[in-house]
């Protein structure tokens, strides 16, 4: 059995925000090492259901084998962003709840031939599904236009200019195969200065990261089939690790929230617009200071959650 170490952040905090029914139905979108569905298997009574999905086949082999015996357990391979799709197939088209905890795994960052980490030298890969394009492919591939755009956008990468052509010089000498010849690469091509607050790839790993696994579009895609399926009364609830998750989350939600779009000087409603939604907490949730002294990937962690309405 694969050791899928991960801590699963936010976790009562995530838990609590779905108001588990314990003759619900639930979909851990993120199943990872399987903490938040277990946590929400200890909330479900004996008829209570809960869909554990992930892309990541260490992840499927996890879960599966931790939850095996569980009746209330049904684990599935297979993007969050296609919940809708593979709940249809168990013959599921509405639940009480869905949790997402987003971004890469522990297991993931610390599983060296992964290609995740720029701490330790293994093949360019960050596939979390471990098939299709390799970071490797990208970063030998795209043009120059394409990567500064990958770096600033998914990285707020400031130096990203410098950067891409520090990749492109060396990738015409030789195909850049290593995390480690990628870190170097971005350590010789940033300002003295930024080599000494942190480590200066960690926003260029970040970016291609994201670039590789189409996180923001899964994320855009994964919201949207989440809500649909969720039954009038359910909840979502998300996780996020990034500036950039965050705000597609959070504006995601508001449109969900928004009620009538009239003129404030209109006397009635005209529109007919209704919130479709309401959410559980204004502001999102984050670590407190016992989290944060155990767990330090908890420190960017921020918890949103809605309700649906209609």
Request: proline fraction near 4%.
């Amino acid at each position: 059995m694969i050791n899928f170490s991960h801590i699963s952040v936010l976790l009562s905090q995530s838990v609590d925000m779905l108001s588990v029914k314990p003759d619900g139905i639930y979909v851990d979108g993120t199943a990872g090492g399987g903490g938040h569905s277990a946590e929400i298997l200890k909330r479900l009574g004996e008829n209570g259901r809960l869909f554990s999905i992930d892309r990541d086949p260490d992840a499927i082999e996890t879960v599966t084998k931790r939850f095996e015996g569980d009746k209330r357990s049904k684990v599935l391979h297979g993007e969050f962003a296609h919940m809708k799709e593979l709940l249809l197939k168990e013959g599921i088209e509405k639940v009480d709840g869905v949790i997402l905890d987003l971004g890469v795994s522990s297991h993931q960052l610390d599983t060296a031939q992964r290609g995740f980490s720029f701490h330790e030298d293994a093949p360019l890969d960050m596939r979390m599904s471990q098939q299709g394009t390799t970071a490797a492919e990208l970063v030998n591939t795209l043009d120059y236009k394409e990567l500064c755009r990958i770096l600033s956008a998914y990285g707020e990468e400031k130096y990203a200019p410098s950067i891409v052509r520090g990749i492109i010089k060396a990738r015409e000498e030789k195909p850049i195969e290593t995390t480690l010849e990628l870190a170097e690469i971005v350590k010789a091509n940033v300002p003295q200065k930024v080599r000494r607050d942190g480590h200066p790839a960690r926003k260029t790993f970040q970016a291609i990261r994201i670039a590789v696994n189409d996180e923001f579009g899964q994320l855009e895609r994964g919201l949207a089939s989440a809500f649909d399926i969720l039954k009038t009364g359910g909840r979502l609830s998300v996780i996020t690790f990034h500036s950039i998750e965050d705000r597609i989350v959070k504006q995601t939600m508001a449109q969900w929230c928004v009620g009538c779009t009239c003129p404030k000087d209109f006397p009635v409603c005209v529109c007919g617009n209704k919130p479709k939604a309401r959410l559980v907490n204004k502001k999102p949730v984050e670590a407190d200071n016992e989290e944060l002294d155990f767990n330090k990937r908890s420190r960017s962690a921020k918890l949103r959650g809605l309700e649906k309405l209609v």
